[in-house]
């Protein structure tokens, strides 16, 4: 069992292919009903052991597809950037510092977004099998996690609605690593391209209104 109060901590590596006991939504449910009023990293790198790596993107990315408060996204996608460059690196264990195992998300708040989330993932689990496992290949995987890295950082940009893709995308992929699902990961790569395609033509129209709106003051001026 992983110690939160250590001074890092570590788990299996993300392409251990030892099948897990229960589906996320399982355990998400369970960490939902814990009697604690809090929830912290560090219970949740302990419940998930050598899972951590999908299940944490997973943990931090399937909110950003819900309503939130605003300056959440920001919040959730901090600890995304830390996993996803390990994951790019191909670090063979996860490692979190002690501050960072110690964070928690009041129990009330992680219960709410279990409700929500886990309907949905139940249904995605039904269809999730291992397969297509090239795509699943560790230089693949690192592959992943540089795009993961890529989109964890658009969840910073302060687009309405702008989190959504993004999230979809990293979810997808975090399902392909925790079930070993070849083709969630081409659900994520598609996902992924999608939201650059998105986040450029968003940037397109905003910086053709900025010079549009800087003609017309240059000529009021002039």
């Avoid at 993300?14 to 009903?33: G, H, K, T, W, Y």
Wanted: charged fraction near 15%; glycine fraction near 8%.
């Amino acid at each position: 069992m992983l110690d939160p109060s250590s001074s890092l901590s570590t788990v299996v590596s993300p392409d251990d292919d030892v099948e897990p006991r229960q589906r996320f939504s399982e355990v998400l449910s369970n960490l939902a009903r814990q009697p604690s009023p809090v929830i912290s990293i560090g219970n949740v790198l302990n419940v998930f052991g050598g899972r951590a790596f999908g299940a944490l993107m997973l943990l931090f990315a399937a909110p950003n597809m819900l309503p939130l408060p605003p300056g959440m996204s920001a919040v959730l996608g901090a600890p995304l950037l830390f996993l996803t460059a390990q994951l790019m690196l191909g670090r063979p264990t996860l490692w979190m510092p002690r501050f960072v195992c110690e964070r928690s998300i009041p129990r009330s708040f992680f219960a709410l977004l279990a409700a929500r989330l886990s309907p949905i993932l139940r249904r995605a689990e039904r269809l999730l099998r291992p397969r297509m496992g090239l795509l699943l290949h560790p230089l693949s995987e690192r592959i992943v996690g540089a795009a993961c890295l890529v989109l964890a950082a658009i969840l910073f940009l302060p687009i309405p609605f702008g989190n959504i893709p993004p999230a979809f995308a990293i979810s997808a992929f975090a399902l392909g690593i925790l079930e070993r699902d070849g083709l969630a990961m081409l659900i994520g790569w598609l996902a992924a391209i999608g939201s650059l395609l998105i986040l450029a033509a968003i940037s397109s129209a905003i910086i053709a209104g900025i010079k549009a709106f800087l003609d017309q003051l240059w000529i009021i001026m002039g």
